[in-house]
């Protein structure tokens, strides 16, 4: 493979090598597997991180994590008052961290991709009632930094 090769696979990389070396794996597996569309098995990776050494400010970020997932898990089997449960527990979650960043994810984009994916969810009384729309599907890209975290 060329250097160019390594440069764009890098580019694309939803994180780099600094970042494998610095976060848990079952973090970076969750992004991988979320990525991937399989959002139920990214939900698992979190909870095992969660339920494991996570910190407090971590729990709080990974529960998020693990609600925003079961969200769009919820859409896929077609529960979509379940979904609207999941997104907006995410919110609050995200918004009680009070941090623009979290384990090098830009929460500030992530939530906007939230938004832009689920906002319809909200925009009447009962989901049930209204057809999905297409949707595009929020993509995790840690920010080149590595953080401290609990």
Same mark, same amino acid.
């Given at each position: 493979m060329s250097e160019m090769d390594d440069s764009v696979d890098e580019m694309s990389a939803a994180y780099t090598a600094e970042h494998a070396v610095a976060y848990p794996g079952d973090y970076l597996a969750g992004i991988d597997l979320y990525n991937a569309g399989e959002f139920h098995a990214a939900h698992d990776a979190w909870e095992a991180r969660w339920v494991d050494e996570a910190g407090p400010r971590e729990k709080l970020f990974l529960q998020a994590m693990?609600?925003? &997932?079961?969200?769009?898990?919820?859409?896929e089997i077609g529960r979509r008052?379940? &979904?609207?449960?999941?997104?907006v527990m995410a919110k609050e979650k995200f918004a009680r961290l009070e941090t623009p960043r979290f384990m090098s994810l830009d929460l500030v984009d992530y939530q906007a991709q939230l938004d832009r994916a689920l906002a319809w969810l909200d925009s009447v009384p009962d989901p049930r009632e209204l057809a999905m729309p297409e949707m595009q599907l929020p993509t995790i890209r840690l920010l080149p930094e590595v953080m401290d975290y609990d």
């Open positions: 693990i609600q925003s &997932a079961v969200a769009f898990h919820h859409l008052g379940a &979904a609207r449960r999941m997104y």
